[in-house]
């Protein structure tokens, strides 16, 4: 239908963080279901999905009637596969990243991660680096940040299922991102005219209503509405 729209989004991160995971989740599939293995090519899912949000709108409006595909190109995230982000980002052009975080592994290994898909979205724009710092600075880009796993903050014997993040969890996930401000704010200055975001969730354990909200976001930064 003419009515529907894409979101289209690269999905990066060390590997293990739950790039797969989260994709997996969306359209409320249970996690249950979900066999994890390690991904070792770009693969493309396609779904669509109608918003929460879209049940508010009006039935006369546009909105209430659209249709959502998100395209999410989900990546390898081992270091040494990471040459092929690049080639993922040429290839299938996206609004921006999702790019995961998982406060049970290396601070150190993630950054570095980090640093990779900042340097691998911007070799995506243009080889030269002149060139692509330029696109970089007069175009709009989404980059979404998200510490997945934050469940691994209950304390122990808490039940996890429909996981709801709480002030205090959301405290220790705030700390835990802060190791990666530098680099944020690197990816800040390089792309001034961009849209940035943070999300807290954990891909398999909280609702689907928590998944869904994470494209919400993303919608409201690509169509400004
Ligand atoms: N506790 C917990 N484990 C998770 C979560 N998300 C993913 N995992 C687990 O982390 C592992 C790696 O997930 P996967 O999606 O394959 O990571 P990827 O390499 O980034 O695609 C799997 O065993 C998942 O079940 C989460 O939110 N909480
Ligand atoms: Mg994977």
Redesign the pocket.
């Given at each position: 239908m003419v009515l529907d729209r894409d979101i289209r989004v690269t999905v990066l991160?060390?590997?293990?963080?739950?790039?797969?995971?989260?994709i997996?989740r969306i359209k409320g599939t249970d996690?249950v279901k979900i066999k994890?293995?390690?991904?070792l090519e770009i693969n493309i899912e396609e779904k669509r999905i109608k918003l929460n949000s879209q049940a508010n709108e009006p039935w006369y409006s546009l909105e209430a009637h659209r249709s959502y595909r998100i395209i999410a190109i989900?990546n390898?995230?081992d270091y040494k596969l990471r040459r092929k982000w690049r080639e993922a980002m040429r290839t299938y052009r996206t609004a921006g990243m999702l790019f995961?975080l998982?406060p049970e592994q290396s601070i150190e290994i993630q950054r570095v991660a980090m640093e990779d898909s900042y340097n691998y979205f911007l070799d995506s724009l243009d080889l030269d680096p002149e060139k692509a710092d330029k696109k970089g600075k007069s175009t709009k880009y989404v980059f979404h940040f998200v510490v997945?796993?934050?469940?691994?903050f209950l304390p122990d014997g808490v039940e996890?299922k429909s996981f709801k993040i709480s002030a205090k969890i959301k405290e220790k996930a705030v700390d835990f991102l802060s190791h990666f401000a530098p680099t944020m704010d690197e990816f800040k200055n390089t792309f001034p005219r961009s849209k940035f975001g943070i999300s807290y969730?954990?891909?398999?354990?909280?609702s689907y209503n928590a998944v869904d909200k994470l494209f919400e976001i993303l919608k409201v930064y690509i169509y400004q509405s």
């Open positions: 991160g060390n590997t293990g963080v739950g790039k797969t995971t989260l997996d996690v994890s293995k390690k991904t989900d390898p995230g995961l998982d997945n796993k934050c469940d691994y996890k969730i954990s891909a398999m354990y909280s």
